[in-house]
Protein backbone atom coordinates (compact mmCIF):
# COMPACT_ATOMS: atom_id res chain seq x y z
CA UNK A 1 0.00 0.00 0.00
CA UNK A 2 1.25 3.61 -0.71
CA UNK A 3 0.81 5.82 2.61
CA UNK A 4 0.75 9.31 0.09
CA UNK A 5 0.62 10.18 -3.24
CA UNK A 6 4.25 11.25 -3.34
CA UNK A 7 5.27 7.90 -2.18
CA UNK A 8 7.86 5.74 -4.37
CA UNK A 9 6.92 2.66 -5.66
CA UNK A 10 10.02 1.13 -4.31
CA UNK A 11 8.52 1.77 -1.04
CA UNK A 12 5.43 0.08 -1.86
CA UNK A 13 7.54 -3.10 -2.71
CA UNK A 14 9.60 -2.56 0.43
CA UNK A 15 6.29 -2.22 2.22
CA UNK A 16 5.48 -6.30 2.17
CA UNK A 17 8.33 -6.88 4.56
CA UNK A 18 6.33 -5.15 7.58
CA UNK A 19 3.88 -7.52 8.22
CA UNK A 20 6.43 -10.37 7.85
CA UNK A 21 8.49 -8.54 10.50
CA UNK A 22 11.50 -8.18 8.11
CA UNK A 23 14.01 -4.97 8.77
CA UNK A 24 14.64 -2.91 5.28
CA UNK A 25 18.55 -2.53 5.87
CA UNK A 26 19.06 -0.82 2.61
CA UNK A 27 16.20 1.18 0.50
CA UNK A 28 18.70 2.12 -2.49
CA UNK A 29 19.13 -1.19 -4.82
CA UNK A 30 22.77 -1.64 -5.66
CA UNK A 31 24.03 -3.86 -8.41
CA UNK A 32 27.18 -4.54 -9.99
CA UNK A 33 28.04 -6.66 -12.54
CA UNK A 34 30.35 -9.53 -12.69
CA UNK A 35 34.26 -9.78 -12.63
CA UNK A 36 33.54 -11.17 -16.43
CA UNK A 37 31.65 -7.96 -17.46
CA UNK A 38 34.03 -5.98 -15.96
CA UNK A 39 36.46 -7.58 -18.24
CA UNK A 40 34.47 -7.25 -21.15
CA UNK A 41 34.01 -3.64 -20.77
CA UNK A 42 37.57 -3.05 -19.74
CA UNK A 43 38.18 -4.58 -23.37
CA UNK A 44 35.72 -2.44 -24.97
CA UNK A 45 36.32 0.71 -23.97
CA UNK A 46 40.27 0.02 -24.41
CA UNK A 47 39.81 -0.59 -27.76
CA UNK A 48 38.45 2.58 -28.42
CA UNK A 49 40.76 4.53 -26.57
CA UNK A 50 37.88 5.43 -23.74
CA UNK A 51 38.95 6.56 -20.24
CA UNK A 52 37.22 5.57 -17.14
CA UNK A 53 34.59 8.75 -15.84
CA UNK A 54 35.55 10.15 -19.46
CA UNK A 55 32.45 9.39 -20.66
CA UNK A 56 28.46 10.01 -20.55
CA UNK A 57 26.44 6.52 -21.37
CA UNK A 58 23.27 7.73 -23.11
CA UNK A 59 19.92 6.00 -23.86
CA UNK A 60 18.17 7.91 -26.25
CA UNK A 61 15.23 4.60 -26.90
CA UNK A 62 12.47 3.60 -24.60
CA UNK A 63 9.73 0.99 -25.25
CA UNK A 64 6.39 3.32 -25.98
CA UNK A 65 6.92 6.63 -27.94
CA UNK A 66 5.81 8.65 -25.34
CA UNK A 67 8.99 7.89 -23.26
CA UNK A 68 11.13 8.77 -26.24
CA UNK A 69 12.69 12.14 -26.22
CA UNK A 70 13.23 12.95 -30.03
CA UNK A 71 16.55 11.37 -31.27
CA UNK A 72 18.42 14.93 -32.37
CA UNK A 73 17.86 16.30 -29.41
CA UNK A 74 20.15 13.37 -27.80
CA UNK A 75 22.64 14.14 -30.92
CA UNK A 76 22.67 18.02 -29.43
CA UNK A 77 23.25 17.17 -25.59
CA UNK A 78 26.12 14.49 -27.07
CA UNK A 79 27.58 17.05 -28.65
CA UNK A 80 27.59 19.72 -25.78
CA UNK A 81 29.01 17.12 -23.50
CA UNK A 82 31.42 17.27 -25.52
CA UNK A 83 32.27 20.45 -26.29
CA UNK A 84 31.66 22.01 -23.05
CA UNK A 85 33.15 18.97 -20.83
CA UNK A 86 35.30 16.96 -23.10
CA UNK A 87 33.50 14.34 -22.49
CA UNK A 88 32.44 11.45 -25.10
CA UNK A 89 29.25 9.52 -25.44
CA UNK A 90 28.50 5.75 -25.60
CA UNK A 91 24.92 4.69 -27.14
CA UNK A 92 23.38 1.85 -25.28
CA UNK A 93 20.17 0.28 -26.21
CA UNK A 94 18.30 -3.18 -27.11
CA UNK A 95 18.47 -4.62 -30.50
CA UNK A 96 14.69 -3.31 -31.26
CA UNK A 97 16.09 0.34 -30.31
CA UNK A 98 19.03 0.41 -33.53
CA UNK A 99 17.57 2.69 -35.36
CA UNK A 100 17.28 5.11 -33.23
CA UNK A 101 20.99 5.02 -32.09
CA UNK A 102 21.51 5.43 -35.90
CA UNK A 103 19.50 8.67 -36.21
CA UNK A 104 21.28 9.86 -32.90
CA UNK A 105 24.91 9.29 -34.66
CA UNK A 106 23.39 10.72 -38.29
CA UNK A 107 22.70 14.33 -36.55
CA UNK A 108 25.60 14.09 -33.97
CA UNK A 109 29.06 15.91 -34.85
CA UNK A 110 31.00 14.11 -32.14
CA UNK A 111 30.29 10.57 -33.39
CA UNK A 112 29.78 8.40 -30.04
CA UNK A 113 30.47 5.07 -30.19
CA UNK A 114 27.65 2.73 -30.61
CA UNK A 115 27.07 0.03 -28.63
CA UNK A 116 23.37 -0.46 -28.71
CA UNK A 117 22.37 -4.17 -28.61
CA UNK A 118 25.91 -5.61 -27.71
CA UNK A 119 25.75 -5.53 -23.90
CA UNK A 120 23.90 -7.69 -21.52
CA UNK A 121 22.43 -6.30 -18.64
CA UNK A 122 25.67 -7.58 -16.59
CA UNK A 123 28.13 -5.42 -18.58
CA UNK A 124 25.51 -2.48 -18.82
CA UNK A 125 26.37 -2.22 -15.40
CA UNK A 126 29.82 -2.52 -15.44
CA UNK A 127 29.61 -0.05 -17.81
CA UNK A 128 28.01 1.97 -16.26
CA UNK A 129 30.01 2.30 -13.05
CA UNK A 130 32.70 3.56 -15.24
CA UNK A 131 31.19 6.03 -17.03
CA UNK A 132 30.74 9.63 -15.48
CA UNK A 133 27.09 10.40 -16.08
CA UNK A 134 24.12 8.43 -17.72
CA UNK A 135 21.51 9.98 -19.68
CA UNK A 136 18.33 8.84 -20.57
CA UNK A 137 14.43 8.63 -20.92
CA UNK A 138 12.43 7.09 -18.24
CA UNK A 139 12.99 3.72 -18.84
CA UNK A 140 14.47 0.55 -17.30
CA UNK A 141 18.36 0.92 -18.08
CA UNK A 142 17.90 4.27 -16.03
CA UNK A 143 17.38 2.21 -12.88
CA UNK A 144 19.57 -0.11 -14.01
CA UNK A 145 22.66 2.96 -13.83
CA UNK A 146 21.15 4.30 -10.44
CA UNK A 147 21.78 0.50 -8.98
CA UNK A 148 25.42 0.76 -10.20
CA UNK A 149 26.13 4.00 -8.20
CA UNK A 150 25.97 6.76 -11.15
CA UNK A 151 24.61 10.51 -11.30
CA UNK A 152 21.93 10.57 -13.91
CA UNK A 153 19.93 12.59 -15.77
CA UNK A 154 16.10 11.64 -16.86
CA UNK A 155 13.97 12.73 -18.97
CA UNK A 156 10.38 12.61 -18.29
CA UNK A 157 7.04 12.80 -19.46
CA UNK A 158 3.86 12.52 -17.88
CA UNK A 159 5.04 9.99 -15.13
CA UNK A 160 5.56 11.19 -12.28
CA UNK A 161 9.35 10.96 -11.28
CA UNK A 162 8.48 10.91 -7.61
CA UNK A 163 7.06 7.33 -8.23
CA UNK A 164 8.70 6.14 -11.23
CA UNK A 165 12.60 8.31 -10.64
CA UNK A 166 15.53 7.00 -9.76
CA UNK A 167 16.06 6.10 -6.40
CA UNK A 168 18.88 7.18 -4.26
CA UNK A 169 20.91 10.70 -4.61
CA UNK A 170 23.03 12.32 -7.32
CA UNK A 171 19.87 12.02 -9.71
CA UNK A 172 18.76 15.03 -11.99
CA UNK A 173 15.39 14.72 -13.33
CA UNK A 174 14.14 16.58 -16.43
CA UNK A 175 10.62 17.15 -16.48
CA UNK A 176 7.84 19.76 -18.41
CA UNK A 177 5.46 21.38 -16.27
CA UNK A 178 2.09 19.73 -16.07
CA UNK A 179 -0.84 20.20 -16.72
CA UNK A 180 0.34 21.93 -20.46
CA UNK A 181 -2.47 24.32 -21.00
CA UNK A 182 -4.88 23.94 -23.59
CA UNK A 183 -2.70 25.45 -26.52
CA UNK A 184 -0.46 21.94 -26.17
CA UNK A 185 -3.06 19.80 -26.62
CA UNK A 186 -2.65 18.22 -30.21
CA UNK A 187 -4.22 15.58 -31.43
CA UNK A 188 -0.72 13.99 -32.86
CA UNK A 189 1.21 13.97 -29.51
CA UNK A 190 -1.16 14.62 -26.39
CA UNK A 191 -3.80 12.11 -26.18
CA UNK A 192 -4.99 12.08 -22.38
CA UNK A 193 -5.68 10.59 -19.71
CA UNK A 194 -3.63 7.83 -20.99
CA UNK A 195 0.36 8.18 -20.17
CA UNK A 196 1.44 5.84 -22.79
CA UNK A 197 -0.25 7.85 -25.55
CA UNK A 198 0.98 11.44 -24.43
CA UNK A 199 4.05 12.71 -25.72
CA UNK A 200 4.97 15.53 -23.16
CA UNK A 201 8.25 14.04 -22.86
CA UNK A 202 8.93 16.24 -26.34
CA UNK A 203 8.17 19.68 -24.40
CA UNK A 204 11.25 19.19 -22.39
CA UNK A 205 14.09 21.30 -24.24
CA UNK A 206 17.82 20.80 -25.08
CA UNK A 207 18.46 23.64 -22.96
CA UNK A 208 17.09 22.46 -20.09
CA UNK A 209 18.79 18.69 -20.50
CA UNK A 210 22.07 20.20 -21.44
CA UNK A 211 21.79 22.42 -17.71
CA UNK A 212 21.20 19.31 -16.30
CA UNK A 213 24.64 17.99 -17.69
CA UNK A 214 25.79 20.92 -16.58
CA UNK A 215 25.11 20.81 -12.87
CA UNK A 216 25.50 16.50 -12.50
CA UNK A 217 29.05 17.33 -14.07
CA UNK A 218 29.84 19.96 -11.82
CA UNK A 219 28.91 17.96 -8.70
CA UNK A 220 30.47 15.13 -9.62
CA UNK A 221 33.65 17.17 -9.85
CA UNK A 222 33.15 18.49 -6.50
CA UNK A 223 32.17 14.74 -5.20
Known sequence: RLDGPDDHYVDRYLGLLEPLGLPVLERVPRLRGSKEDDVHVSLCLTAR????SEFVVVHPGARVESRRWPAEAFAAVIDHAWRRHHLQSVLIGGPDEAEICDRV?????SKPINLCGGLTHGQL????ARSRLYVG???GPLHLAASAGTPTVAIFGL???LRWGPVGEDHNVVRPKTPCGAACLSPLICRPPDPESTICVRRNSVAQVTAAVDAAVRASAEG
Open 49 to 52: QYEP
Open 105 to 109: IATSC
Open 125 to 128: LSLF
Open 159 to 161: QDP
Open 137 to 139: NDT
